[in-house]
């Protein structure tokens, strides 16, 4: 009689935590009405009230508005507001608190524009700061990390034919020196930071366009990064990457988000070769951007895919990152150039939020629920 009712106690577990996941989207769902060239997003309690704001960088190559979306704590955002006076060329923006008093600041990458800093008063009002970076680079991303492990946010900056830089904070939002990391010559498009080693310094995790092999540099505790470690064919056009153990070996993973060819997720080892590799999305998409989350709360990472000129895709982790379904986040076919994912509604699941070009940028809320027999 134990071990009947072990197995029918069992079985229900089992059934209990079988899960079905779900993302929906509206008309009342998008971030205002506007279709402009995003090329980025950014996402945090800007105003200080308790949940997740979001910020959209406008322009690309050419001027446009940059926009803040204020959350009316249901995942709602119903008042917008201009980031600045000036429309800029810009790619990429990251939200951090840069002058270490406690709110979210704004840092904005442009493409041959200057670079700026933007400081929040504490409720989402922001004074124009300082520039940084090389004034009028072809930056293409920029990543926020304390790379010198001093106690303040630093600023990476990915310039695509010119060199990469690392621009460190004073811890006052001001950033007047920079390192210069990679080849001088590198198209490079995003870049993570993480210790990939386990030495106790962050790494850099290079993802390199026109055909330029992919490297990770390793720090040497100094700012130093002369030792690289390529993965991939050395021939990939790969537009995104994030990093994770996916596989729960204790080694960090590369996930990648390649152009015209599949997705792929490259496993770290105690010998940091990066050969043992899974095709996790073998479409052919033009994929432009990735984000990772715990998606269906089962207490592993998954990954979206952001693509241009196609659907966009949920892939979740099962088997330890040896298998992964994948769910289509709905049949637009847009030009997706960042995706993210954050609560924003408070339900404790994670929602995901495009960054359209030329188009509506909208979210989709998580619907997932527990599938009970």
């Known amino acids: 009689m134990k071990l009947n009712l072990f197995f029918i106690l069992s079985f229900l577990?089992?059934?209990?935590?079988?899960?079905t996941l779900d993302f929906f989207t509206s008309g009342r769902l998008i971030l205002g009405t506007h279709k402009?060239?995003?090329?980025s997003i950014g996402a945090g309690d800007i105003d200080n009230d308790g949940d997740v704001d979001i910020l959209v960088a406008n322009g690309r190559h050419w001027p446009g508005q940059n926009r803040i979306f204020i959350n009316d704590g249901r995942g709602i955002f119903t008042v917008s507001r201009n980031l600045g006076i000036e429309q800029e060329t810009s790619y990429s923006t990251e939200l951090a608190d840069f002058d270490g008093d406690g709110d979210l600041d704004i840092a904005v990458g442009n493409d041959m524009a200057p670079n700026f800093i933007f400081i929040n008063d504490g409720k989402g009002y922001f004074t124009k700061g300082t520039s940084f970076g090389e004034k009028y680079g072809h930056t293409r991303n920029i990543v926020v990390a304390d790379i010198d492990n001093d106690g303040d946010k630093d600023i990476l900056?990915?310039?695509?034919g010119s060199e990469n830089e690392i621009c460190l904070n004073d811890g006052n939002g001001v950033f007047s020196k920079v390192i210069g990391f990679g080849n001088k010559k590198d198209s490079t498009i995003d870049v993570e930071v993480a210790d990939m080693n386990g030495d106790g310094n962050l790494d850099l995790i290079l993802a390199n366009r026109d055909d330029q092999p992919n490297y990770v540099y390793l720090n040497d505790g100094n700012l130093k990064f002369s030792k690289r470690i390529p993965y991939?064919?050395?021939?990939d056009i790969t537009r995104s990457i994030a990093i994770a153990d996916l596989d729960k070996d204790g080694y960090l993973d590369i996930?990648?988000?390649n152009i015209g060819e599949?997705?792929?997720i490259y496993f770290g080892n105690k010998e940091q070769t990066y050969e043992r590799s899974i095709v996790f999305d073998a479409s052919s998409d033009r994929s432009y951007s990735l984000s990772i989350g715990d998606l269906d709360s089962d207490g592993d990472t998954d990954i979206i895919i952001g693509n241009?000129?196609?659907p966009n895709n949920v892939f979740i982790n099962n088997e330890n990152a040896q298998v992964w379904k994948k769910i289509k986040l709905s049949d637009k076919a847009f030009n997706t150039y960042d995706i993210l994912s954050f609560d924003l509604n408070?339900?404790?699941?994670l929602d995901i939020i495009e960054s359209n070009s030329d188009e509506i940028n909208l979210f989709y809320f998580n619907r997932y629920k527990p599938k009970f027999p």
């Not at 900056?157 to 695509?160: A, D, G, L, Q, Y």
């Not at 991939?232 to 021939?235: A, I, Q, S």
């Open 13 to 19: 577990f089992l059934n209990c935590n079988s899960q």
């Open 36 to 39: 402009e060239r995003t090329a």
């Open 157 to 160: 900056i990915t310039n695509r």
């Open 232 to 235: 991939g064919t050395g021939k």
């Open 255 to 257: 996930i990648t988000a």
């Open 262 to 264: 599949a997705n792929v």
């Open 308 to 310: 241009y000129g196609a």
């Open 346 to 349: 408070g339900d404790m699941k």
